[in-house]
């Protein structure tokens, strides 16, 4: 029999694609980027859901739980050696039943569990490697494995039939080991507040105290390698250098964190040509990085950017907050509004070539550079970023040799203006070069949380800088929320990507969200955002809080197949809800003259206080609520439509007032919403702009005049 080359192909095609549908599992329908990396691996793996807790418990078989996210480079690592090994994946396959999460759709399984790692090891991370019993419990967990033993460590395959062995031999130990941590944990999650409120500011004392103690004077940060950038530590030392009564301590304050902020933009972590942070630095120096990109590090740290700005005028922090914003609107927005999750640490070193390196996207030999640009350029370019013939990363920051020969751009030296055309040219000549590169993977998934903290920012931006793409960016992602991430009941949802997700949001969801639509007002002065911010509020009241303590889980009840409803109570890469929410009250307490708000945050603090005591340091988002609620309730409220009422507007927004909430009365339009009654009251005098000063809701004659408004607030910034 004759087959034409035709036939062949189209069977060569079929068989192809009949292989490959057979070695697909179940997370092919999935529409996490994360769990989408997944679906080819020969480990039978299944969604978080019951359909793999009703097979774990039909069979009597544990339960393996790996947890992790999209462009985390250990998640990567464990996937290569291990899930996409037969001989690993029958392992898997014959003595348990395999979940694969993403911790950034599901943040409510990843804290249980991770808090139930964190208690068993002491430590924790991604990839996480966790065994449940079939009704969902704990037993044994972990972070990454290597895939044999060594170096006195157990690989993966010896934990997995070490782990179904005691399944079998000793079940009942097993359970009741689970059992136990996992009971220590439900009390601490219930646990009442056990005092009220107190006026007390030993924490903020204390937590400055351990700042300074542990901050590199030489190199910035605060304690040794890794170094992560905390932003919610960098609202809290700027709130603490305003305060008034301990000028060496306030001075000290700032100038850690303006030194922290300019070594950060000078360093590696920075991207010195298409703006954006990488998500730390793996030595002191701030000088080699992770070089995965995070949208919550992108909208937090352009915050600091622009409050430090505020608080010098100097404008290289302005300068470093328009490149993040730059790197944000280029490559990270989708194209009705949203922004998108990561960028990967690791990409394809050569287009058609399977092998990936961590940083790949980002590093350059000197011969990269000396070839794309003419001499004298290539001399400044050099000498300013630190690129050297063999590389320049320091010694002990490459354990792995993974960057020998390559540079990562670190300004090394002060820029003079001849220099800064010379280096702006260069710039946009390797940028374009570098663009021609294969890119990192990006995660394309939109989440409310992340969204909000970028909107925030950008509405800061607008508000500090006056740029109108910021405000209009952040007012395109609001409306992209508004629209795409909510259900028919009008519930927030979690995750878009595509269409819509099937997850509700969280605690955090709510809280950064209310918060950015305050900043939006803060920045527009359009009524709205209130409305919304009140609106969402009612809802995670409803959905979130705990009325017993006052303050809120982080997943609303009624899952079954979460075992634990649990608070966050770390201000860590992200701030916790709870921190957000307590300032999110004391601002819409403040703007709406509403007292049962403010004292909604005091009940937040107070079931705090017991962390805030022990280890402030923890807490800065929620020392800095702390702090705003410790001093008495100011309000600036400005009423007009003229010139003067603009230049007002412009003015106030110059300034760092972090104790005071801004109202404006527009008498060309009817106010309406929440903030209707609130504004009522204020009038213009003889139709000139006005502006009045508030404190504890009791205001001084109005004034007139933007020079009468400087003199109030050269007052209020000392």
Known sequence: MRFTGTFIALAAAFFSMTSEAQTLNRLTHEKSPYLLQHKSNPVDWYPWGPEAFEKAQKEN??????????????????????????????????????????????????????????ATTGGGGWPMSVWLTPEGKPFIGG????????????????????????WKTNHEGVVQQGNHVMEGLRENAVKEATEAFRKDAAPIETAYTQLARSFDEREGGFGGAPKFPRPSVFNFLFRYSHDEGHEKQSAHALEMTLFTLRKMADGGMNDQLGGGFHRYSVDE??????????????????????????????????????????????????????????????????????????????????????????????????????????GNAPAGSDPHNEFTGKNILIQRHPITQTEAESLAQSKKILFALREKRPRPHRDDKILTAWNALMISALAQGYRVLGDSQYRD?????????????RDKKGNLLRTWREEPGTITAFAEDYAFLIQAFLDLYDATFDPRWVDLASEFQEQQDVRFLDTKAGNYFSSAAGDPL????MKEDYDGAEPSANSISAMNLIRLGRMLHREDLEEHARRILASSSPALIQTPMALPQMLCALDFTLHSSKQMVLVGTDADTKQMVKMLHAFYLPDMVTLLRDTQRATTGVLAGVLKPFQPIENKGAFYLCENFTCQAPRTGVSELSKVLERKKH
């Open 61 to 118: 078989k544990p339960v393996f739980l790996s947890i992790g996210y999209s462009t985390c480079h250990w998640c990567h690592v464990m996937a290569h050696e291990s899930f996409e090994d037969p001989a690993v994946a029958k392992i898997l396959n014959e003595h348990f039943v395999c979940i694969k999460v993403d911790r950034e759709e599901r943040p409510d399984v990843d804290r249980v569990y991770m808090a139930f790692v964190q």
């Open 143 to 166: 972070t990454y494995f290597p895939p044999e033993d060594r170096y006195g460590r157990a690989g993966f395959k010896t934990v997995l039939l070490r782990i179904a062995d005691a």
């Open 285 to 390: 120096y701030w000088h080699v990085p992770h070089f995965e990109k995070m949208l919550y590090d992108q909208g937090q740290l352009a915050g600091s950017y622009l409050d430090a700005y505020l608080i010098t005028k100097d404008n290289r922090y302005a300068d470093t907050a328009r490149e993040i914003f730059t790197y944000v609107l280029r490559d990270m927005t989708h194209k009705d509004g949203g922004f998108f999750s990561a960028e990967d640490a690791d990409s394809v070193i050569e287009a058609g070539k399977p092998e990936h390196a961590e940083g790949a996207f980002y590093v350059w030999t000197k011969q990269e550079i000396q070839k794309a640009l003419s001499p004298q350029d290539a001399e400044i370019f050099c000498r300013i970023y630190g690129v050297e013939d063999g």
């Open 473 to 485: 960016a952040a007012i395109r992602a609001a409306e992209f929320i508004l629209k795409n991430l």
């Open 562 to 565: 979460v075992p634990l409803r």
